[in-house]
């Protein structure tokens, strides 16, 4: 092959960047299979970096990559299908299909990654599966680079991603946008996934590392690659509710890697930018009423970045939000949130009794960040004992490097104290 113009290659570049996983997604519909998509999608690629010219580019790029790998797809089969009976009616279907001669195919690309989304979070696959399918499929990730991201072998999440395309094909999960009758319930599948990415990138659950950007910026794209194609309240609030709390990223760790609590941040680093298009997110998605889960967390992030200072947060809002919130969605992390705004609004004692009366019922008895507040709630109450009972508890169960970094500082500092 010939050397391409860095011309031809830089912009090949750029429109693999952009849409690739579009163009992917629709190569899906039209050829009904994950692996053959894959494959004709670089082969689409390699064509045009041999054909294209500075002269003869096509005025619609990624239709004429779309039709090159449905045809190089056709060709692939044709000569595996000579030695395997069994692809011989898949190639037949796809030889009696036609797509758009006028190549107009813009909108039904952007309604395929759609479908491709929904497709991947289908209720039918086990949680984790869902997760890895959607870095992989939707948002282009590697094998390595979702193993890191969970800190799991890439074997692991190989076989995730081989169970889940078998899954999808054996049991003929749809490649579609479910009915608008089945949409809250299958969104918020979708809904979870993207929530849970964010977390894992923002908060992580073990490791050395307290963040994983490159994680939590997969899921903003992500976010709002779904509002820009499906534009319902609560699809706005979890948005909002991201960008809200990456606007703190800068903040939230020295630079040794060490947490920083809410209220020591440095506000100044916080990202206004992305403070004011979250907070516009946020009334957008309380203008519809009735808010769902995500739009109340995200109403109360917008209460925390209002906040000039840490002492002018209005802590009586937060509290009531949290008990709205507990209305839709009971759980008892939620109540732990809510004790400890309570506290800071009423007493840490107020706060002290609902944690212990969560701790009473067995709940949260192994989670750490319930035995830190509990600790923290203590000290500040005057109750030092039970305030270092708690945080050795908390260390005991602590899995993030950072984290146990932290709490061993404050047992440091309450021992220096009594």
Aim: glycine share 4%.
């Amino acid at each position: 092959m010939p050397n391409r113009p860095e011309h031809i290659r830089r912009l090949l570049d750029e429109i693999y960047r952009k849409e690739a996983r579009a163009i992917f997604a629709t190569l899906i519909r039209l050829l009904g299979d994950f692996d053959l998509a894959e494959d004709a999608l670089h082969d689409a690629f390699k064509t045009a970096l041999e054909q294209w010219t500075e002269t003869d580019t096509p005025s619609n790029p990624r239709a004429w990559l779309v039709s090159t790998g449905r045809f190089k797809a056709i060709d692939r089969l044709r000569r595996q299908s000579r030695f395997d009976p069994l692809q011989v009616q898949q190639l037949r279907q796809l030889e009696a299909d036609t797509i758009d001669p006028s190549m107009q195919l813009d909108k039904e690309i952007e309604d395929d990654v759609l479908r491709l989304i929904f497709t991947c979070c289908h209720p039918a696959l086990p949680f984790e599966t869902r997760t890895a399918l959607t870095l992989r499929e939707v948002c282009g990730l590697t094998t390595e680079e979702i193993a890191r991201a969970f800190l799991v072998s890439p074997s692991t999440i190989a076989q995730r991603i081989v169970r889940g395309k078998a899954k999808i094909r054996e049991t003929k999960i749809p490649f579609e946008v479910p009915q608008q009758h089945e949409l809250p319930d299958r969104l918020d599948a979708v809904l979870q996934v993207i929530y849970l990415v964010f977390n894992e990138g923002y908060y992580a659950s073990s490791g050395k590392s307290l963040v994983r950007v490159d994680l939590s910026s997969e899921a903003i794209r992500l976010g709002r690659l779904l509002r820009d194609l499906l534009r319902i309240p609560e699809v706005t609030g979890l948005l909002a509710l991201m960008l809200l709390h990456e606007s703190r990223r800068s903040a939230r760790t020295t630079a040794d890697g060490d947490l920083i609590l809410l209220e020591e941040q440095d506000r100044s680093l916080w990202d206004r930018d992305m403070i004011a298009e979250g907070l516009a997110l946020v009334e957008e998605a309380l203008s519809y009423g009735q808010p769902g889960t995500y739009t109340l967390q995200a109403a109360i992030a917008a209460v925390h970045a209002r906040a000039e200072y840490f002492e002018a947060t209005d802590w009586a809002k937060i509290a009531s939000l949290y008990t709205l919130l507990l209305r839709i969605n009971p759980s008892p992390i939620i109540e732990l949130n809510r004790a400890v705004a309570l506290a800071m609004h009423e007493g840490p004692e107020v706060g002290l009794h609902h944690i212990d009366a969560l701790l009473e019922r067995g709940m949260l008895n192994d989670y750490h960040l319930a035995h830190s507040a509990r600790a923290e709630l203590c000290r500040r109450a005057g109750r030092m004992e039970e305030a270092r009972a708690s945080w050795e508890r908390a260390l005991t169960l602590a899995q993030q490097e950072p984290e146990r970094r932290f709490i061993e500082r404050k047992l440091r500092e309450l021992g220096a104290n009594c």
